[in-house]
Nanobody, 112 residues
């Protein structure tokens, strides 16, 4: 499974971005898709995920500001009220047959 994330960029505090992730297979064959991020000098951390049934979960640090969703071909991460601490490389992941696949990441930078 190949994943391609896009939509990152530079935004001011309080701004919004929408990340997209497209998979090389039907997303409905993936048991779960998720978003992770990695800030400079820190470990990669989970941000949000959506299952093949459409159930969503968000980390407490982004709950109420970020929303994961999907359509027939892509998974999205709508990010509102962005803060400088949201800065990092955002990765799309997908679970299939007990294996996790990763995309290449897209940079999000929030200026203060």
């Amino acid at each position: 499974v190949q994943l391609q994330a896009s939509g990152g960029g530079l935004v001011q505090t309080g701004g919004s971005l929408r990340l997209s992730c497209v998979a090389s297979v039907s997303i409905f064959t993936l048991s779960r898709m998720g978003w992770y991020r990695q800030a400079p000098g820190k470990q990669r951390e989970w941000v949000a995920s959506i299952t093949s049934e459409g159930n969503t979960n968000h980390d407490y640090s982004v709950k109420g500001r970020f929303t994961v969703s999907r359509d027939n071909t892509k998974v999205y991460l709508q990010m509102n009220s962005l803060k400088p601490e949201d800065t990092g490389v955002y990765y799309c992941s997908a679970d299939r047959y007990s294996h996790t696949f990763w995309g290449q990441g897209t940079q999000v930078t929030v200026s203060s």
